[in-house]
């Protein structure tokens, strides 16, 4: 055989393994995609998983004594903020997993509050009663931007807020291992089973 003739007997090899493969691949391809499903281990690289974010407007007054206590201040702020919600998905744990149907129950820590934030550019002083010193002044809005950071957390909290994360969480969670094939039902440690 020639050199030529080798050759083209090389490349005609080499097609027809390409074409078998991508047949089986084709025929079978279900078969060799290989998925694990969820482990606790590719659970907790996500860190933190946040599934809402809530924002927050309220009106705030702060009264301050002067001396003796004869005087008394007293001025309104506008105080506008967000919060995220977020699991912390490095305390998953997966509770039942069925690798034949694909099927496995997955457990969360239940969503927190995890950064609340005032807007410094929407919040601010609003009214005062009378006048006061720039430094009165600036340390009074240090206080009213502390408790309306306080609030902005202790109103993104609240159970409708924690209920809708929930929800989110356990969507984004069931469709990212629906993709794999995988039926994934996510529950939170606060929740009855």
């Known amino acids: 055989m020639s050199r030529i003739g080798r050759y083209c007997f090389l490349i005609a090899f080499i097609v027809a393994v390409q074409a078998m493969f991508c047949y089986v ?47 008394q201040q007293k001025i309104i702020y506008v105080v506008k903020g967000d919060a995220l919600l977020a699991c912390d998905v490095r305390g998953a744990k997966v509770l039942e997993k069925d690798d034949r149907n694909r099927r496995a129950v997955i457990q969360l820590p239940a969503p927190k509050v995890l950064s609340p934030r ?17 430094e009165k002044r600036d340390a009074m809005t240090q206080h009213a931007l502390e408790k309306g950071q306080d609030r902005i957390a202790q109103a ?36 009855k089973r």
Not at 41 to 57: D, P
Not at 125 to 130: A, E, G, L, R
């Open 25 to 71: 691949s084709y025929r079978y391809g279900r078969a060799l995609n290989v998925s694990y499903g969820p482990t606790v281990t590719n659970i907790e690289k996500m860190g933190h998983l946040v599934s809402l974010r809530t924002n927050w407007a309220d009106i705030l007054s702060e009264d301050w004594t002067w001396g003796t206590g004869l005087t």
């Open 118 to 134: 005032i807007n410094h550019h929407q919040s601010g002083p609003y009214d005062s009663s009378f006048w006061i010193t720039p």
């Open 156 to 191: 993104a909290g609240c159970e409708e807020n924690i209920a809708t994360a929930k929800a989110n969480a356990r969507q984004v969670l069931t469709a990212l291992w629906e993709i794999q094939g995988w039926n994934v039902e996510v529950v939170f440690d606060d929740e």
